[in-house]
């Protein structure tokens, strides 16, 4: 072989290794035990400038063979099926192995929630990126260990952030754009402990289907002390749609909130019932101390508390039943009192189960009075969401829009992780999101406290 032919290959292979480094994705995913189906539903598409190589760290185990099951139903799936390269790494010491190897950037949380916040400060001591499914703590001292990873995070330019798909739900969008529109909403009304002004109520199912087929539960789901109080759980969403409607984009201290009442209670089930969502037969002994005398399980799993955020007072509550009426499904209500106009979101039977923004003027106010000022606003709207449009009511009016922006919840989870992929690319996320994430926490374990 001639040297000038050597060296025009050698050349030759240089860049065809350049190119290959050049077009290598910028993201590589870690999940890690995965022990919930939000930790698949990040993965239900394709993410772009993401590796379609994941590496999953887990023990063994049905929490394992559940999340690879929904993986694979995605890449086998008729339609716009996905093309995950899931490389499984299996065995007890998963969490060391993780470190150790770090063969990704980015960790994705779903799952148990005793040791989420753990796995959220070794990850970010590693060097890592985290994108954790709600919630982030679970305790107090989950909380103190969370502040210690975010501080971590800060030191090493490291972005950590929980998933919160319901900033992208278009009547929650809606809402908080009309009441935005002082001219036609007023100011946000200030409540009263007794009376709030911002309402969150959110009810959910033990058992109903997801990606098209029953949701399997771990058994561990109905342990609180794995699983996490109604309290701490959803109610993560609730105040965070309350900091980011009322107060958008503007930075909150941890002690800006104040818990003024805070209460749980139980959803109880029947063995037949825990069977039937875990498919496990035999209640395992440490939900034994949750059995009544009737041998029920007791499930800690709702909790409301109202608190007050610069003035506004805001009332959370999250309800856990355990299966949907027929066509039902997880329902949401919210209000948003201005002192000219209410947004409310109703999402029951009259409303097909499918969540609805209406606008009613408040008592005394003239709607002839407002309706300069709503076809303003909805030609504003328009402007980001063609085709919405509002439709007179007996108490003012709804808002409509079309179907194709109802993505749906299992879809949100994909928005969020592009959302988080974009702050990585750009270096940096809003400035409020951190201290806001921040307070967010330590307003719920406030109401944990007070709760007992």
């Not at 022990?35 to 190589?53: D, I, Y």
């Not at 818990?259 to 209640?283: C, D, G, H, M, Y």
């Not at 999250?318 to 299966?323: A, N, Q, S, T």
Request: with cysteine; proline share 6%.
């Amino acid at each position: 072989m001639s040297s000038k032919f050597l060296h025009h290959s050698v050349i030759a292979a240089c860049m065809a290794t350049a190119i290959i480094h050049a077009e290598a994705p910028a993201f590589r995913l870690i999940t890690l035990d995965p022990g919930h189906f939000h930790a698949a539903l990040v993965q239900k598409s394709m993410l772009p400038g993401v590796s379609p190589v994941v590496h999953v760290y887990a023990p063994e185990g049905p929490d394992l063979q559940l999340h690879m099951q929904r993986i694979d139903s995605f890449n086998s799936r008729k339609d716009n099926p996905t093309s995950w390269e899931s490389k499984v790494h299996a065995g007890r010491d998963f969490l060391e192995r993780m470190l150790a190897e770090k063969p990704g950037n980015i960790v994705v949380l779903a799952g148990n929630n005793r040791a989420k916040t753990r796995y959220i400060l070794e990850s970010v001591k590693a060097g890592l990126h985290v994108l954790s499914d709600k919630p982030m703590a679970s305790t107090p001292e989950d909380f103190k260990m969370l502040q210690e990873a975010y501080a971590i995070a800060a030191e090493k330019k490291l972005m950590l952030t929980d998933i919160m798909t319901e900033r992208h739900e278009i009547t929650t969008r809606l809402q908080k754009f009309f009441a935005q529109q002082t001219d036609f909403f007023g100011q946000i009304d200030p409540g009263t402990p007794d009376d709030p002004s911002v309402t969150k109520e959110s009810v959910h199912h033990f058992y109903k289907t997801v990606a098209g087929a029953p949701l399997q539960r771990p058994a561990w789901f109905y342990d609180t002390a794995q699983q996490g109080e109604g309290i701490v759980d959803v109610t993560t969403h609730l105040v965070d749609l309350v900091q980011w409607e009322v107060f958008p984009e503007k930075i909150l201290g941890l002690n800006d909130a104040k818990v003024l009442s805070a209460r749980t209670w139980n959803t109880t089930l029947t063995p037949a019932q825990f069977t039937r969502s875990t498919k496990v037969e035999v209640i395992p002994d440490y939900l034994k101390p949750y059995l009544n005398a009737d041998g029920n399980l007791e499930v800690a799993s709702n909790g409301e508390f109202v608190f007050k955020l610069h003035g506004i007072h805001a009332k959370i509550s999250v309800i856990w039943d355990y299966e949907a009426p027929a066509g039902g499904g997880d329902t949401h209500y919210s209000l948003m009192r201005g002192t000219q106009v209410a947004a409310i979101i109703r999402q029951g039977k009259e409303q097909g189960y499918k969540p609805m923004l209406y606008l009613e003027p408040r008592e005394g106010v003239d709607p002839a009075s407002l309706e300069q000022a709503l076809a303003a606003a909805v030609k504003k709207a328009v402007a980001t969401w063609p085709g919405v449009e509002v439709a007179r009511t007996d108490f003012g009016w709804v808002v409509n829009f079309p179907d194709s922006y109802r993505l749906g919840h299992e879809a949100h989870f994909s928005q969020v992780a592009t959302d988080f992929l974009g702050y990585l690319k750009k270096g940096e996320m809003p400035s409020w999101e951190v201290p806001n994430t921040l307070a967010k926490y330590r307003t719920i374990m406030d109401a944990y406290r007070m709760s007992r």
